[in-house]
């Protein structure tokens, strides 16, 4: 497991660069153990999901998922080499040891174990790209598995939970709202009309459908924040001080609990996009707020008491079960697949997307030990 995660973190695969190279090292490390590792190329054909299978034909068997994309490195100060494994202190250090190479690697070393023994129940290996920028490189994935005569019977997604068994998080929308207006010279500012002053009118409205939500939406107090959240990340527009700016774009979110009704969300926003520019219309007849829907993937909302959820925690010895914040690709398995998904994987998310990234060499034991428990278990026939 140490070696190939020493090899993974050396791959610099920010979800913005190709990672055929990672990729087909893990073909060629998988293939060294005799498993046949298919690659699935996304059209440009500069990277690449794989899907992999060791034991019986036939029956439906036990996935672990994880990504092989990172999340840049620019901007922040590291004390150790982003794309080199150091070891300190009991951590290892590297751009994705945490989220979430290091699963991957136990994963990985999973398989090639499995493949010396008489499975009674298959594992599989699905590893995706492209997560770290909303989940877009699965779906390819998902269609493979789709059409497969059978399929897993439950999943494991390794996103770091400090090896806590998690079967829920929040569903995302990712949005972007256009406000188009009319430039003119500063000097005759109220003459034009300020795309950025409708921007902020909108931003003003998300704002207060959060303020809404937060007070008498649906909770779930098993997160850290038990309401939907709605959060504005971009805001941009404008030429330079002296012209009125006639255009501005605001990216925005919505994380949404199970069940929340995302479309009268939705609706609540054109309204309020539609009230804040039907008055200018007179004057400026192409004043214009408009929401686009750019990405999104579906919540997790696995019950506490699924066969999954107490197959893994017999798994780990867990006792309980959480909610993390962060979305994983475990929601589009279940929604999708119907795969019954939980995630348990090594370290914290605490450490991702920072400088100075690790993963404990503790945390990374109970992960060998986890999946060493699922080989048993699958040699045994479950």
């Known amino acids: 497991m140490r070696a190939i995660l020493e090899r993974l973190v050396a791959f610099d695969s920010v979800s913005s660069r190709p990672n055929l190279d990672l990729m087909h090292y893990v073909q060629e490390v998988l293939g060294q153990a005799g498993i046949d590792a298919v690659l699935i190329p996304d059209a440009a054909g500069t990277k690449a999901n794989l899907f992999a299978t060791v034991g019986p034909q036939g029956v439906g068997g036990v996935m672990l998922s994880g990504h092989t994309d990172v999340v840049p490195v620019e901007g922040q100060v590291w004390s150790h080499p982003p794309f080199a494994l150091t070891e300190q202190d009991g951590r290892l250090f590297g751009r994705g040891t945490c989220d979430m190479k290091g699963f991957v690697a136990c994963a990985i070393a999973a398989m090639i174990n499995a493949a010396r023994r008489p499975l009674q129940v ?3 290996l699905a590893l995706s790209y492209d997560e770290e920028v909303g989940c877009l490189g699965v779906p390819s994935l998902i269609e493979l598995l789709a059409a497969a005569p059978v399929r897993p019977v439950m999943c494991i997604v390794g996103e770091p939970t400090g090896m806590q068994v998690a079967t829920g998080h929040k569903g995302k929308i990712a949005l972007r709202a256009t406000c188009l ?20 009118d909108f931003m ?6 959060q303020a809404r939500v937060a007070a008498s939406g649906r909770r779930d107090g098993d997160y850290d924040v038990p309401y939907t959240t709605l959060h504005v990340g971009k805001f941009h527009g404008g030429v330079q001080v002296n012209i009125v700016a006639n255009a501005c774009v605001l990216d925005f979110e919505i994380r949404s609990l199970a069940g929340e009704d995302t479309d009268a969300l939705l609706a609540d926003l054109a309204a309020a996009a539609e009230a804040i520019v039907a008055p200018l219309r007179a004057g400026f007849p192409e004043a214009a707020i408009g929401i686009e ?14 066969a999954v ?3 893994v925690k017999g798994l780990t010895g867990a006792n309980g079960t959480i909610k993390v914040a962060y979305g994983t690709e475990g929601g589009l398995f279940s929604a999708r697949l119907g795969i019954p998904t939980v995630i348990c994987g090594p370290g914290s998310m605490a450490q991702g997307h920072k400088p100075d990234e690790y993963v404990s060499l503790v945390q990374l034991a109970r992960c060998e030990a986890m999946l060493a428990a699922l080989l048993a278990r699958l040699e045994a026939g479950f």
Request: charged letters at 15%; zero cysteines; glycine letters at 10%.
């Open 122 to 124: 298959p594992l599989h």
């Open 181 to 200: 207006g009319r430039e003119g010279h500063s000097a005759l500012a109220p003459l034009a009309l300020n795309a950025l002053h409708l921007g902020a």
């Open 204 to 209: 003003a409205a998300v704002r207060a459908l």
């Open 293 to 306: 829907r750019l990405w999104d993937y579906p919540g997790l909302g696995t019950p506490s008491d699924a």
């Open 309 to 311: 959820v107490n197959f």
